[in-house]
């Protein structure tokens, strides 16, 4: 199993400039969740979904958009990259059987926007 | 609202000293709580959890309610066990709060 899995690892944005991140998982677990990482600030909460087709808000969620089409996949969309979107991005799931608190990390994206 | 503060975020240990990772909380229920880490190059994962009681790679941790903290602690650090953790809090029903996280390092 691949388990959680992040595509891209790197991307450099100008700012004005939209991208998707991808996030696949493939242990049929039904929560995702995307995470923002920044030094001295921990990692915080952007989106979570707790099923196909579902999602939330998280902790900051502005400037970003989600989707769950599919329960393997959650996208992160950025329509217009800001300098503050500058982040590693971390994209995690769970299974409602072992609870929200037991997550799986995938690799990371490492986002910078100039 | 739920919050969890790690006092110090880094944190420098000689090879076989005891080593204590603090972790406070703040919540009025009764909340989850986790430890993560993460090696160098290596995705988060989790270490331990505070209902299953069980000690991971010499590591313990003990919820404390009445002082709201939940400190990491291992007696003889490795310099394997240097790592960024994090502390995590999952209040009854909801999702994971993380605290900003310390950077341990064990020299040699």
């Known amino acids: 199993n691949a388990g959680v899995t992040q595509t891209p690892k790197f991307r450099v944005l100008k700012t004005g400039q939209s991208m998707t991140l991808l996030c696949a998982q493939d242990?049929?677990?039904?929560?995702m969740y995307w995470y923002r990482q920044d030094p001295g600030m921990g990692l915080r909460l952007i989106h979570y979904?707790?099923?196909?087709?579902?999602?939330a808000k998280g902790e900051v969620p502005d400037g970003y958009n989600v989707s769950r089409l599919k329960k393997q996949n959650f996208l992160l969309g950025l329509e217009s990259a800001a300098p503050s979107q500058t982040s590693v991005y971390f994209c995690?799931?769970?299974?409602?059987?072992?609870?929200?608190?037991?997550?799986?990390f995938g690799p990371g994206t490492r986002l910078t926007v100039t | 609202a739920q919050r969890v503060t790690q006092p110090e975020k880094l944190l420098s240990v000689f090879k076989g000293a005891p080593v204590e990772l603090k972790c406070n909380y703040s919540?009025?229920?009764?909340?989850?709580l986790f430890w993560y880490v993460q090696y160098s190059r290596q995705r988060l994962q989790l270490l331990l959890r505070?209902?299953s009681r069980e000690s991971i790679k010499g590591f313990t941790a003990d919820l404390n309610k009445g002082e709201t903290s939940f400190h990491l602690k291992k007696p003889f650090a490795q310099e394997e066990d240097s790592a960024m953790y994090y502390c995590?809090?999952?209040?009854?029903?909801?999702?994971?709060?993380f605290g900003e996280g310390t950077q341990l390092t064990v020299n040699p």
């Open positions: 995690a799931s769970s299974s409602i059987l072992t609870g929200l608190g037991e997550q799986y």
């Open positions: 242990m049929n677990h039904e929560y």
């Open positions: 979904s707790v099923g196909e087709g579902t999602t």
């Open positions: 919540y009025s229920g009764s909340p989850e």
């Open positions: 505070h209902i």
């Open positions: 995590a809090l999952a209040p009854s029903g909801s999702r994971l709060t």
